[in-house]
């Protein structure tokens, strides 16, 4: 198993180009979520999908869009590149349902730089 | 809503010397707790978990976790530090009926002297 897995690994974009975010999980995994890692700030919730179809935002959605169209993948879009969106985005994904305890599996991260 | 506080955004230890991480939560229902480390330009990866058994949780390279609901802490400890045990360190909550949302403290950086 190839776990989770993402590209690019780094990335420089000029303010307002856009770009996707490629992550994939060969597990099975129903739940993926995306998280962005700040400085001082940890990790915090942007999207997240119970499973294919289904996305809902979490603490920091705003600026990014997901889909969820397969099981195995999970992108996120950033339509207009900002500053305040570089960051180090991690994608993680692990069993669903609603009962919590279940252990996330992370990749291994992009960073983004915006200029 | 579920919190979480680590207490020290950087600890310094000697190798050999007993490491300890503090995280205090919030949670209005009965959470469950993580702690995962963090290598150099890696992911993630999960160190120990408390899901309601056991209060005293083992995880891996002889980390432990001990869940105290009196003082809503699940500090993370080892015995005797290894310069390997350099990293960085994320204690995080979900809660029951939450499904898998993870929220993280805001990290605590392990440096390992010799």
């Known amino acids: 198993n190839a776990g989770v897995t993402q590209t690019p690994k780094f990335q420089v974009l000029k303010t307002g180009q856009s770009m996707t975010l490629q992550c994939a999980q060969d597990m099975n995994h129903e739940y993926m979520s995306w998280y962005r890692q700040d400085p001082g700030m940890g990790l915090r919730l942007i999207h997240y999908s119970v499973g294919a179809g289904i996305t809902d935002q979490g603490e920091v959605p705003n600026g990014y869009n997901v889909s969820r169209s397969t099981t195995e993948d999970f992108p996120l879009r950033l339509l207009s590149a900002a500053p305040s969106q570089t960051s180090v985005y991690f994608c993680?994904?692990?069993?669903?349902?609603?009962?919590?305890?279940?252990?996330?599996?992370f990749g291994p991260g992009t960073r983004l730089l915006v200029l | 809503a579920q919190s979480v506080t680590q207490l020290g955004s950087h600890v310094s230890v000697s190798e050999g010397a007993l490491v300890l991480l503090r995280c205090n939560y919030s949670?209005?229902?009965?959470?469950?707790l993580f702690w995962y480390v963090q290598y150099p330009n890696q992911g993630l990866q999960l160190l120990l978990k408390?899901?309601?058994?056991?209060?005293l949780v083992k995880g891996i390279n002889g980390f432990e976790a001990e869940f105290k609901k009196s003082e809503t802490s699940f500090h993370l400890t080892k015995p005797s530090a290894h310069m390997s045990d350099a990293a960085e360190y994320f204690c995080a909550v979900s809660d029951a009926g939450g499904g898998n949302k993870l929220t993280f403290g805001t990290g605590t950086q392990l440096k390992v002297e010799l």
């Open positions: 408390y899901t309601s058994a056991a209060t």
């Open positions: 949670s209005s229902v009965p959470p469950y």
């Open positions: 993680a994904s692990s069993y669903g349902g609603l009962a919590g305890g279940k252990t996330q599996y």
